[in-house]
Nanobody, 121 residues
Framework: QVQLVESGGGLVQAGGSLRLSCAASGRTFTMGWFRQAPGKEREFVAG????????NYAGSVKGRFTSSRDNAKNTVYLQTNSLKPEDTAVYYC?????????????????WGQGTQVTVSS
């Protein structure tokens, strides 16, 4: 049974930062971060391969968000800087068996429960 547990969300003012964490049970996966705002579809934020050496980011967060991992701890991180009100959403981590870094949510096999990020103006 694969479990993903996110943490680190919260309320922050515009321009602030949060570091989200996702602890995965068992194996090392290709990981993705997604977010979903009320009334909107779930969207890709960042992807990270098993070694952490390859990443990709949505254009809206590139240069502000950084994904990394500590495989010894089976934990993936999303450092979010220069947050904007439009970054407000529930953030999810997801894992997949494949090695590529797709943007589609359907390409991921396991999901965490999500953590709320709220950015006030």
């Amino acid at each position: 049974q694969v479990q993903l547990v996110e943490s680190g969300g919260g309320l922050v003012q515009a321009g602030g930062s949060l570091r989200l964490s996702c602890a995965a049970s068992g194996r090392t996966f290709t990981m993705g971060w997604f977010r979903q705002a009320p009334g909107k579809e779930r969207e890709f934020v960042a992807g990270l391969n098993r070694s952490g050496g390859s990443t990709n980011y949505a254009g809206s967060v590139k240069g502000r968000f950084t994904s990394s991992r500590d495989n010894a701890k089976n934990t993936v991180y999303l450092q979010t800087n220069s947050l904007k009100p439009e970054d407000t959403a529930v953030y999810y981590c997801a894992a997949r068996w494949g090695s590529s870094l797709p943007w589609g949510p359907d390409e991921y096999d396991y999901w965490g429960q999500g953590t709320q990020v709220t950015v006030s103006s």
